[in-house]
């Protein structure tokens, strides 16, 4: 079994070699002895969720720090081809749902979207509240996944921000029912187009529960996106990320290969 991993923060492993020994503190600590029981002999890894990872054993653990020796550390790179989830903002907690497995699959970035069709509206005190969940939603993912990083929630975007966005993007893709090709042909297709240049990004467009409008398609069609269909069947929003997220991992060959 793997070990449990903890987030230390980004930039607290720089300095740190084999041999020497690490303190947790805080909430991560806390959960490590607490919860998890975690005790003197055992193994567990460190991240700071910007791809250094420690792997050590428990020296002494209290509920106000767990202090680690570090037996390695490791610096993990990320994807060459990256995937961004674009989830509409969804009722009933499916939205996060989607981030949550998407995490947990492999997503490196996430953008949360207020389409015309969502009926959840972040506006105000509640946008950053609810911005702030769907990071720790997705934290606490990457840490189930035992992942070194932890992938980006950027700010919510309307329609017109994710045309940009789509704009800017190396390939933009709508997850829809009426679309003519499979996303795995559209993805093929790009791939034998792509040179050597990287990093590359990939947008995965998910709609909410009624479907993204056809104004708005046409106006990220406009900015450069394409249609796609994942398979025979219409997903829920909080399935269709999470299952264009595993298509795209093995036509990548995400899965297959170590990344960079």
């Known amino acids: 079994m793997s070990n449990p991993v903890f987030f230390s923060g980004a930039g607290s492993l720089d300095d740190l070699v084999p041999g020497a020994r690490f303190v947790l503190q805080g909430p991560e600590a806390r959960h490590a002895v607490t919860v998890k029981r975690l005790s003197p002999g055992e193994a567990v890894d460190i991240a700071d969720g910007a791809g250094r990872r420690l792997t050590g054993t428990v020296v002494s653990a209290s509920p106000a720090e767990l202090t680690v020796e570090c037996s390695a550390l490791v610096v993990e790179g990320r994807p060459d081809i990256r995937l961004v989830l674009v989830q509409a903002l969804a009722k009933g907690d499916r939205d996060e749902l989607a981030v949550e497995t998407a995490t947990e699959l492999g997503i490196d970035a996430v953008v949360p979207w207020q389409s015309e069709r969502s009926i959840v509206r972040w506006k105000g ?93 046409t106006r990220l069609c406009d900015a450069g996106a394409v249609t796609a269909l994942l398979g025979h069947h219409v997903l829920r929003s909080s399935t269709a990320g999470p299952a264009a997220v595993v298509l795209a991992s093995d036509v990548l060959g995400r899965w297959t290969a170590p990344v960079s």
């Not at 919510?156 to 800017?168: I, N, R």
């Open 125 to 217: 005190e509640r946008a950053a509240k609810a911005h702030a969940k769907w990071q720790s939603v997705v934290t606490a993912a990457a840490k189930q996944a035992r992942r070194a990083w932890i992938p980006e929630v950027r700010a919510a975007v309307e329609t017109p921000g994710l045309a940009a966005a789509v704009a800017a993007a190396d390939l933009a893709v709508i997850l829809h029912e009426d679309a003519v090709r499979p996303l795995r042909s559209v993805l093929e297709s790009w791939q034998g187009t792509q040179a050597d240049a990287r990093p590359l990004e990939i947008l995965l467009i998910v709609g909410p529960e009624g479907g993204i409008s056809p104004r708005e398609v």
